[in-house]
């Protein structure tokens, strides 16, 4: 996993609520066995005006003009502004791969579903929680200022705002730890090998039932 | 001993460690893993050279991507049409063979939809810790397990480790109070709750469902409830053990049998939170103020009684809400005000792993028995949670009323619910549909989708609108 240490770059706003996971990447794109190459989807419903099928050619697919991550001035975003419980619906981690494959390093919204929340900081991708009178704030600068960006410093937990302001943020301090290593969560817990395998002699003796193994075959 | 709450039970049972910022290990008894959530999981453990911690915990079924007619699916894993989805089906195939995983292939009359065939198969047990790459897990909360959805960075963490990373949620209690009217069904009592919470209202939170309404249901209804927890938001839905759970699990493939059967049974007998424990919240509905529910927007929450009315935006005060409420009607193509019984309906989809059990099939076959889907509707279908569902149905005669009536009778599977496969609804169309989502574009490019339960979706066939349920005779 890449290390997160400060990310600056263009805003983009994305002014909706419960924009869920099949909003961020459609279903059909789900049919891949890799992790990459889910930015070109991103949105796809919204940002072109057709349908989109997993072997298409994307760029000879007529763009809806209207939605916001084709407007000129939100080229190149790393920073999505969202509203309210941002990620919900399914646990497709298709959704932070493709936000991550576009090019976005951080999340700002008021709240998130927690399984998305979750999927994000495994993809090296920082989501925020900032109240609503910031968020709503931001909104409103994004969209007055063109060529609005911020700097978010995960180490300091700032976001510095082109007038110079900061908005402090928290955030839990195990996964800030890690995306700050850019840590394999697998191999840190493997560390506590040998207390799993304790835990898991003493449970089998406790509900040997979880241990059984079936009469039913497999095919 | 303070008191506990089942959810506190469990979570205390399966506790391996835990950081002093709350971040705890919990370990795992049983991974279900299907094909579109895996591959990548799988491709990482190869990578590092891992192998899986405990390879009998885990469980595998293709479900999301496999066709439902039955001339690809007799032909097998070879008849499936989508070349892209036949290599994700292939590669579930691979990787259980690799790795020595149990499954349950395409081909296998035990196959269906994983949050249907693991409780049939008794791979659901009460008082485990159960995940799979799925959100809808929450499902098998029903019979007293803790069931998480997760992402596939975490289905690589679970082969690998036999535990999921994880800070511990609060406690909310959903008491469903009194009694059901006739006609009204799980599926009611779950929209109800979220449109009273809201599809947030249960973030951070594991929801019990307690109360009469709730102990009274079978153990597939109560499945229909905790299907949708994540629908209020929460990552996990629970309900405590009786009789009924019990009862269910004896004598499944997967369950313990004999004297260590007493012993399980004796040991389950006690997930219930204690009488005095404390919640963090508590939500109460009555029961008897529950009538057939229909979605009419693009969350869950966007739901109605059958006897409503479609809101009107210039009725809502909240700016917020004003906007979602417009921004829904436009994607639904309905104007505010609308009776919800004047809603026309094209397409009627009977399935997913909320609502495709035995006793939704029987449900819906009742409504529909000697009658015939009204010819506006397009496409009629039901989709049987897994194959044994489909055996039963078969063995009762449902499959025949079902065809009679002019639906379709389709091979086990997700189908229409997400529609990965074939199964898509028509841009602009409208469904009643007894699944979990009704997203822009969940259903299909354009579709939209109405929630309702597996009886309201029947009598929409026949009349081709919505009706009430309870005014049939």
Redesign the interface.
Known sequence: MNKFMIEKGVVLPLD???V?T??II???F??????TGFGVNLFD?HRYLD?GL??ADNSQRPINPDFVLNKPRYKGAKVLLAK??FG??????HA?WALDDYGFRVILAP?Y???FF??CF??GLLPIVLDKASISGLFAEVEANEGYQLEVDLQQQTILKPDGSTIEFSV???RKNCLLNGLD??GL??E??D??RS??EN?RNA????F?????T?? | MSSKTLYDKIWDAHLVSERDDGTALIYIDRHLIHEVTSPQAFEGLRLAGRLPWRADANFATPDHNIPTTSDERKQGLEGIKDPVSKIQVRTLDDNCAEFGIFELKMTDDRQGIVHVVGPEQGATLPGMAIVCGDSHTSTHGALGALAHGIGTSEVEHVLATQCLMQKKAKNMLVRVDGQLKPGCTAKDIVLAIIGKIGTAGGTGFTIEFGGEAIQALSVEGRMTVCNMAIEAGARAGLIAVDETTLDYIKGRPFAPSGELWEQAAQSWRGLVSDADAAFDEVVVLQAEEIEPQVTWGTSPEMVAPVTGKVPDPAQEADETKRGNIQQALKYMGLQGGTAIKDIKLDCIFIGSCTNSRIEDLRAAAEVVKGKKVASSVEVAMVVPGSGLVKKQAEAEGLDQIFIEAGLEWREPGCSMCLAMNADQLGEGKHCASTSNRNFEGRQGFGGRTHLVSPAMAAAAAIAGHFVDIRELG
């Open positions: 909706r609520a419960n869920d099949d909003f459609p279903k059909q789900l049919k891949s066995i890799k992790r419903e349908k997993p072997d309210d419980n919900c619906g399914s646990s497709r981690e932070p709240s579903a927690d399984i979750n999927n495994k993809n839990d301090a195990f969560d697998i817990t493997l506590d090998a207390k799993i835990f898991e449970w509900a040997p039932w979880y059984t193994t079936s009469t039913a497999t095919t």
